[in-house]
Structures are given as structure tokens and as C-alpha cells.
């Protein structure tokens, strides 16, 4: 079993950034791949950044050059840096982690970007 709580959402202006940051309840050396998607309303939900358990990391084409995923097993942790923000950010962010077959899902945080 491993509980996720994410952090760090929050209104931003175009360009802007913000660091959203998700803590686990156990090791995140013994989690498979972790990584951050998004739902906007009315739509489903998309993957944004995958990073695995040797740092391994892969991005959606959408936010590749402005988003970086990373991870620090120190705090079992994993960020995600977003820079350059533009309105179609705005969602929820949700932290995912798979760990020998199962899958669980933090309760998420919105990012909104307006002007």
C-alpha cells in the first residue's frame, strides 16, 4: 500500500511556474515508476511525466522542454518543476505510482493559469 499526497498547486499567471511535489508513504526506492498526469474539466485524463525507480524519465509532447519530473528518494518525494505555464495547464495534477502491479493515486491538486 503506498499513500500519496500531493502539494504546491495554485493560481499562476501566463509564464509563470510552479513546483507541485508529492510525498509517499514508504520508500519510493521500492516504487516501480512514479509519475504525474492531469485532468481538465471535461476531459480525461492525460499523462505528463513518468520517471522510474533509476531515473528514467518521459514526457508528454505537450509539456516536453517546459516541465521537468524528479525525484528525491531522500524524502520519497518526486516533483514536478512546470515552467512557462499556459492556460491550457489548468487542471487537476494527480501523483501516480505503480509498485508490483498495483497502481495508486494521490487526491490531486489544481493548477490553474490565468491572466
Known amino acids: 500500500q503506498v499513500q500519496l499526497v500531493e502539494s504546491g498547486g495554485g493560481l499562476v499567471q501566463p509564464g509563470g511556474s510552479l513546483r507541485l511535489s508529492c510525498a509517499a508513504s514508504r520508500s519510493i526506492l521500492s516504487i516501480n515508476l512514479m509519475g504525474w498526469y492531469r485532468q481538465a474539466p471535461g476531459k480525461q485524463r492525460e499523462l505528463v511525466a513518468l520517471i522510474s525507480s533509476g531515473g528514467v524519465t518521459n514526457y508528454a509532447g505537450s509539456v516536453k522542454g517546459r516541465f521537468t519530473v524528479s525525484r528525491d528518494n531522500a524524502k520519497n518525494t518526486v516533483y514536478l518543476q512546470m515552467n512557462d505555464l499556459k492556460p491550457e495547464d489548468t487542471a487537476v495534477y494527480y501523483c501516480?505510482?505503480?509498485?508490483?502491479?498495483?497502481?495508486?493515486w494521490g487526491q490531486g491538486t489544481l493548477v490553474t493559469v490565468s491572466p
Open positions: 501516480n505510482a505503480h509498485r508490483y502491479g498495483s497502481s495508486y
